[in-house]
């Protein structure tokens, strides 16, 4: 098939160059405990729906404690204690802002990685093209490069002085 032609399936599903594309609109009731398993086609419309469930929990999750974080820090009473305790205080705010960063900077790569899904390149190499394997994603559902690719990548920036 070439790259104009796409195949539309049921439910909104898209194939192109034997690669599923899966509509965020698009609705696939997994069976209860589905597990993506090597047997099966690679990113098939299941897969993609379990690492799109996956990623999009996991943006809740992280939205839902970026937001308590904010209550939390509204609530505080900014003038209560000594020094030393203000100094805590500060300390643990800081610390918290910067979680609320490294989670902004996660959800962005979780967005990314949902648009993938949509688009039909999720769980493929952006370097090489390869599959990044099921596994891999299952650990870091946001991994945009294959182990091999990720390893050269490290290598090279030890080399920079990254």
Known sequence: MNKSAAKKLDNGITRE??????????????????????AEEYMNPMHLAYF???????RDQLVEESRQTMDNL???????????????????????????????????????????IEEGSYGFCEETDEEIGIDRLDARPIATLSLDAQER????QKQMGD
């Open 17 to 38: 160059d034997g690669r599923y594309a899966l509509p965020s609109t698009s609705i696939i009731n997994l069976p209860k405990g589905y597990h993506p398993s090597s």
């Open 52 to 58: 799109r469930n996956k990623l999009r929990d996991w």
């Open 74 to 116: 509204r609530e505080e009473v900014r003038d209560v204690g000594d020094e030393a305790e203000r100094a805590t205080r500060e300390t643990e705010n800081s610390l918290e802002l910067r979680t609320r960063d490294r989670y902004r900077k996660l959800i962005s790569k979780i967005d990314k990685a949902l648009r993938r």
């Open 153 to 156: 990548r490290e290598h090279l």
